[in-house]
């Protein structure tokens, strides 16, 4: 369903006049201040009992005035005299100041979301919130822990609980002080963080997502700020958290982490000495079968092995696709990106993939290679690469930069198999680990 300001700003003028033109002198004066009809789907509190509901989303996707008009709706009543549903409200950010400076005096704050005549008193003295009809909103810094020992509530608002210093021991806290009235809740406005405690939150049974990325508010953003950040950061894992207000999970004991992934990020490729196309096979060809991962590696190999650089290209895989489907594509991308050679794994299926590929092409430059050790131990040395600075990724790889964070010394902590980081792990052990094969000129292709 379309917000009215959506609705809005596709209309025509004619369309607009008569709108405006239907409303009473008092409704007109109203509308700014009618939250429901200026916002945005993720901005609205979602049906149903819940206890906690969490807003997730991009920098700047519209979470601080979801949380002050939740808060608004929460305490005003039909009248400015009149009660609403909850009286007393616990404002909590990471620090007084921020509270103080978003929540409740910023732009998309509480103060400047209340109407005239509603509109609550800042008493700086006693850090709190009083509005006209007696309800209360108190604020309360996330480094102090013990000072939500004590007060109570039926409702709270809590921002940027990912970044929260001493997040687990607040949240704690808070939840025995949101004790008042039937059913108190909390609204939490959020971007995502591999964080416990919000993790633990979403996974609550009584706890309601809505969801936005950074786009979806840039009717109230600057344009130039958007081209800036998506310049800056649009497909990497930092710019999926950050801007698409994705969580991203890295698992614990991961052979690799979204930090490691971005210190390695490049904008420009260099001239590769060496470009392999690995492949990890899927010999079902059903819909419901493994990816067939395939991932496009280049190398620098000049001087000695301990000053070789690769940077990974490209994440070609297919899902569910037939050895005809998969074995075109690794073609492409091998022509694509002038490869030497196609590295391909065949442990299960060898004779058929060999024939697959040689189908399509009798001359192409093929490499078969056998897994004798597991999935972790194979990946270890890999690992090593990264840690050592060795290894660069293009940005857009998201789904194989999700499956390697998965990726743990106990093993793969996903869903499925991790078909893209084997693939990866046979590029760069051919071209980074295991140098010793024969890199003579490929021979000329069949067309």
């Not at 002198?25 to 993720?42: G, K, Q, S, T």
């Not at 009149?82 to 007084?96: C, K, N, Y």
């Amino acid at each position: 369903m379309k917000s009215g300001a959506v609705w809005l700003a596709s209309a025509t003028q004619d369309q607009v006049e008569s709108f405006l033109g239907g409303l009473s002198d008092n409704a007109l004066l109203a509308l700014p201040w009618m939250f429901e009809f200026w916002a945005l789907p993720h901005q609205l509190p979602p049906e149903g009992a819940w206890k906690t509901w969490v807003i997730l989303g991009g920098r700047g996707a519209g979470k601080t005035r979801a949380g002050s008009e939740w808060v608004r709706a929460e305490v005003e009543g039909a009248k400015p005299e009149a009660p609403g549903r909850s009286r007393r409200v616990a404002l909590v950010g990471e620090t007084i100041d921020q509270v103080r400076e978003v929540m409740v005096m910023g732009e998309s704050g509480i103060l400047a979301c209340s109407p005239p005549d509603r509109r609550p008193q800042w008493e700086a003295t006693r850090r709190r919130l009083v509005w006209p009809n007696g309800a209360v909103a108190q604020v309360f810094s996330a480094h102090d822990p013990a000072s939500l020992r004590g007060p109570q509530f039926d409702a709270a608002w809590v921002d940027e609980l990912a970044k929260w210093p001493k997040a687990q021991e607040a949240w704690d806290q808070l939840q025995f002080a949101l004790r008042l009235g039937e059913n108190p809740r909390q609204v939490v406005t959020t971007t995502p963080a591999n964080v416990a405690v919000l993790k633990a939150v979403l996974k609550n049974p009584s706890t309601v997502m809505t969801h936005a990325p950074t786009e979806a508010n840039k009717a109230n953003l600057a344009a130039s700020f958007l081209e800036e950040v998506q310049a800056r950061f649009g497909g990497t894992r930092l710019g999926r958290q950050e801007l698409e207000g994705v969580l991203l999970e890295d698992s614990e004991g991961a052979l690799w982490t979204t930090a490691m992934l971005e210190a390695g990020r490049v904008e420009a490729l260099p001239a590769f000495d060496r470009v392999v196309v690995a492949v990890d096979p899927s010999v079902s060809g059903k819909d419901t079968g493994d990816e067939c991962g395939i991932v496009v590696v280049g190398a620098i190999t000049k001087g000695p092995p301990q000053d070789w650089r690769a940077v990974v290209i490209e994440d070609a895989t297919v899902k569910g696709a037939s050895p005809e489907v998969w074995a075109r594509a690794v073609l492409a991308a091998m022509d694509r990106h002038k490869a030497q050679r196609v590295v391909a794994e065949v442990n299960q299926g060898g004779q058929l993939v060999e024939a697959v590929l040689r189908s399509k092409d009798a001359l192409v430059p093929l490499r078969m290679v056998h897994a004798s050790v597991g999935k972790v131990a194979r990946a270890e040395p890999v690992a090593a690469l990264y840690e050592q600075g060795r290894v660069s990724h293009v940005r857009g790889l998201h789904a194989l930069e999700e499956q390697m964070c998965r990726m743990t010394l106990r093993g793969y902590q996903g869903g499925g198999s991790p078909d893209r980081v084997d693939a990866l792990v046979w590029a760069l052990t051919e071209l980074m680990i295991d140098p010793s094969r024969n890199w003579r000129a490929p021979q000329v292709r069949g067309l």
